[in-house]
């Protein structure tokens, strides 16, 4: 466990207002990992009384900024893919795991699990990201 990655989190989580709005919670913190939870709501529902493919991208894509930030150089996605493998539901607890695959110097490749309280996959999605200079806290 990085206390570096503790720290450069919880400095981006200060700011991060769509994963408090969401109740999107960090749960694990390492250099290129983040495990971040968030509880479907009824208001993140869609006609199908399924999750919202945008609420499932949401907590992929949050897990993937906290692991590509966990270094403390600022980094942004570029692009990324999402595969929804099975729905998600009101009430469902849904795990997001990010895990680093290649980072160099100024971009980064991030794999993205979601999975519910059973521990299916619900969601894929890998993401690239681009650093862009600085750092999350501020500090040289």
Same mark, same amino acid.
């Given at each position: 466990?990085?206390?570096?990655?503790?720290?450069?989190a919880? +400095?981006m989580?200060e700011?991060?207002a769509? @994963?408090? !709005?969401? /109740?999107?919670? $960090?749960?694990?913190?390492?250099?290129?990992?983040?495990?971040?939870t968030?509880t479907?709501t009824?208001?993140?529902?869609n006609?199908?009384k399924?999750c919202?493919?945008?609420?499932?991208?949401?907590?992929?894509?949050t897990?993937?900024?906290y +692991?590509?930030?966990?270094?403390?150089?600022? @980094?942004? !996605?570029? /692009?990324?893919? $999402?595969?929804?493998?099975?729905?998600?539901f009101a009430?469902?607890?849904?795990?997001?795991t990010?895990?680093?695959r290649?980072?160099?110097?100024?971009?980064?490749?991030?794999?993205?699990?979601i999975v519910?309280?059973?521990?299916k996959?619900? +969601?894929?999605?890998?993401?690239?990201?681009?650093?862009?200079?600085?750092?999350?806290?501020g500090?040289?």
């Amino acid at each position: 466990m990085s206390h570096n990655a503790w720290r450069n989190a919880r +400095a981006m989580y200060e700011n991060d207002a769509c @994963a408090q !709005a969401y /109740g999107i919670d $960090i749960i694990e913190m390492d250099e290129g990992v983040a495990v971040l939870t968030m509880t479907v709501t009824p208001q993140m529902l869609n006609g199908h009384k399924s999750c919202h493919g945008g609420q499932l991208f949401t907590l992929a894509d949050t897990a993937f900024a906290y +692991a590509c930030n966990s270094q403390g150089l600022a @980094a942004v !996605a570029s /692009g990324c893919t $999402i595969d929804f493998v099975r729905p998600a539901f009101a009430q469902d607890k849904l795990t997001a795991t990010a895990q680093v695959r290649h980072q160099g110097k100024q971009t980064g490749v991030y794999d993205i699990e979601i999975v519910n309280q059973e521990h299916k996959t619900v +969601a894929l999605f890998r993401g690239k990201s681009h650093r862009i200079g600085g750092t999350i806290t501020g500090e040289a």
